[in-house]
């Protein structure tokens, strides 16, 4: 079993930067894929960064290359998502995801088993 939890949303306006946090508990954390992904009202999940298991290997939606980085810190068992350059346009509940099945990048959601709750990332224009 494992337990998500993310933190660090908020508002800021279109421009700023926000970062993310989502503190994991559980099964090893260190050996498996981990993701951000978000939903926007009305709109299904979306896929937005994923991570391996040591931190060596990233990919990232083409909406947000360039602006967003994703990490992890394996002795904290702390997965991030710096965002910078945010559009109106993120605004979406974002959620951390865990793939203890995969230990390389995985962008599709189904390839996740375990979900954090979701924090709110608001950008105004």
């Known amino acids: 079993q494992v337990q998500l939890v993310e933190s660090g949303g908020g508002l800021v306006q279109a421009g700023g930067s926000l970062g993310l946090s989502c503190a994991a508990s559980?099964?090893?954390?260190?050996?498996?894929?981990m993701g951000w992904f978000r939903q926007a009202p009305g709109k299904e999940r979306e896929f937005v960064a994923t991570?391996?298991?040591?931190?060596?290997?990233?990919y990232y939606a083409d909406s947000v290359k360039g602006r967003f980085t994703i990490s992890r810190d394996n002795a904290k068992n702390t997965m991030y998502l710096q965002m910078n350059s945010l559009k109106p346009e993120d605004t979406a509940v974002y959620y951390c995801a865990a793939s203890t099945t995969y230990s390389t990048v995985r962008r599709y959601k189904d390839m996740y088993d375990y979900w954090g709750q979701g924090t709110q990332v608001t950008v105004s224009s």
């Open positions: 559980g099964r090893t954390f260190s050996s498996y894929a």
């Open positions: 991570i391996n298991w040591s931190g060596s290997s990233t």
